[in-house]
């Protein structure tokens, strides 16, 4: 089913976007472990980093197209749940430190004693196994989804009401971190992680393991994606985004549908958000501003939303423009993302991906072979 799929006239992009993911995650950690240092063709740990720090934001934006592309739901707010993965395995990352830190404590994180907490928040026990923080990046960002999905599509909120509730979670969220008293690092954040399942996060083989996880979760997170939309599950998505109303006078249930969708969605950027947090090594409020989670619809709707290997591109090149503009050209980079989004919104309404699809529709220019003569 899955060849069926994936070969398909129509799915070429996706299958396409497989096989790079796949040649990246032989490619660059070839290049960066068996090519020497001195060689041209060295990939540092740094921009190996880098590379899989783009394709988390690439799950970020695939996780945003699966409700927004197949169901209608824009959510100007996905940042949160990227962010909340990030802090569920930073706070294993953390407890992972022990008495290593600044102050030598064995139980309490530094900024914990800096503040003069006297014992570890109740919220903060279980995170000494992987095992409890990797269930914890699933379960925070699909319960908190589950319960505003409930919620909100309980009361038919939707379009940019729904939009705009979604901006204020993450708003309210971002505040709530900022809080000292809230036990997540403050401004600060979760820094300063040491290792990971008992091997340093600093040395190449951790970095390279890591990077090959991302690549591997990003792929399943595809193929989910393409699993979900091309099963009579997301014929009837599609048709809640295209006539709601009509699909709810056929009789079905259309929130929870949705809450499928939504819940699904935030998990994916969940564990987007951890991955993200063990490359970069460092999680902070910043990442629930509404900012990022506005940016993250950028990628996908530069990409092509409804595509799901759309977002993925679109992600993978805005963040790339990002890294060159900032460094060569900072005061220019916030006005080349809007010229980006103004062009692609006016010139190509279906993103980078409609340009894929425009080619492969082309009809082929090769003679057709003559026919034979009817015998008489």
Known sequence: MITKLLFGASHRGIAITLIVILALLVAVPALHLLVP???AF?????????????????????????????CGILSLGHGAFFALGGYAIG????????????????????FMVFLNWTELPWYWHGFDWFVFAAFMVLFVPGILAFLFGFFAFRSRVSGVHLSIITQALTFALMLAFFRNDMGFGGNNGLTDFKDILGFSLQSSLTRTVLFIATCVALALSLLLCLFVTQSRLGMVMTAIRDAESRTRFLGYRVEMFKLFAFTVSACIAGVAGALYVTQVGIINPSEFSPANSIEAVVWTAVGGRGTLFGPILG??????????FTSALPDVWLFALGGLF??????LPKGLAGLFERQAQKPSKAIPAAQPEAAE
Request: hydrophobic content about 50%; aromatic content about 14%.
């Open 37 to 39: 240092t001195t060689s």
């Open 342 to 347: 103004l062009a692609v919104t006016l010139f």
């Open 91 to 110: 706070m294993y990352l953390m407890r992972q430190i022990g008495s290593r830190g600044v102050y030598g404590s064995p139980d309490l994180p530094d």
């Open 315 to 324: 992600a993978v090149v805005v963040n790339f423009g990002k890294s060159w």
């Open 42 to 70: 060295h990939i540092p740990a740094y921009a190996m980093a880098l590379i899989g720090k783009y394709l988390c934001y690439a799950m970020l934006a695939l996780s945003l197209d699966l409700i927004w592309g197949y």
